[in-house]
């Protein structure tokens, strides 16, 4: 008996099956390829613990990856091939690229070691001027002590600073005089405001605020 022609359908059939299996084909390289991963740990050298939130990224495709907590990072989608692999970490020296060869049936991991490299800022000498400036004003019969807020302590600091005043006990009052005067009667003026009355020598400014 001699061979039979297929018929037009079963050639048919084979033709869509041939399509079918292309297709599949096709898909399971596909999906073969997204499984291909780049993982490992970024770790200090000098002690081996895991560095967070390191910089990886490969130079060639573009991709990049954070370290988390444990130092892990991983990539996903990287064609088959030799890959170069750059890490950057503020305090850390950056490292040479890695030449890494991606294996397209297995997973390819690696560690890459970190040199720490501390953050230094120079020096400065930082000098403060602390103003000490007191100026005292006659006008009449009033003197008028003008200081910044902060540069007195107290009124018996007021004296100290200024041996041309005087503090006077009176009782329970502290009268504050030109030093020698019996009727001159001294204000305290701090920050451009007098702090007392100054109508007369008389009164108790021991209590005013100079701080």
Do not use: W
Request: aromatic share 6%.
């Amino acid at each position: 008996m001699g061979n039979k022609k297929p018929a037009p359908a079963s050639r048919s059939r084979f033709f869509i099956v041939s399509i079918i299996f292309s297709i599949l084909t096709a898909a399971s390289i596909s999906q073969a390829q997204s499984e291909i991963k780049l993982y490992g740990q970024v770790v200090d050298r000098a002690t081996g613990n895991p560095v967070p939130r390191a910089l990886l990224y490969l130079l060639d495709l573009g991709k990049y990856a954070i370290s988390d907590e444990l130092g892990a990072f991983y990539f996903t989608d990287i064609p088959s091939g030799q890959h170069q692999l750059g890490v950057k970490r503020i305090g850390y020296s950056q490292s040479l690229p890695y030449a890494i060869d991606i294996d397209p049936a297995n997973p390819t991991h690696v560690t890459v070691p970190l040199d720490t490299n501390p953050i230094t800022v120079p020096g400065q000498d930082i000098t403060l001027k602390k103003s000490s400036e007191i100026t005292i004003i006659s006008k009449g019969n009033r003197t008028i002590v003008e200081c910044s807020r902060g540069e007195l302590g107290s009124i018996e600091r007021v004296v100290d600073r200024l041996p041309e005043l005087e503090l006077v006990q009176s009782g329970t009052q502290k009268l504050l005089r030109l030093r020698g005067s019996q009727t001159n009667a001294v204000a305290i003026m701090l920050d451009g405001r007098i702090q007392n009355s100054a109508l007369s020598s008389q009164g108790d400014i021991s209590t005013i605020p100079l701080n």
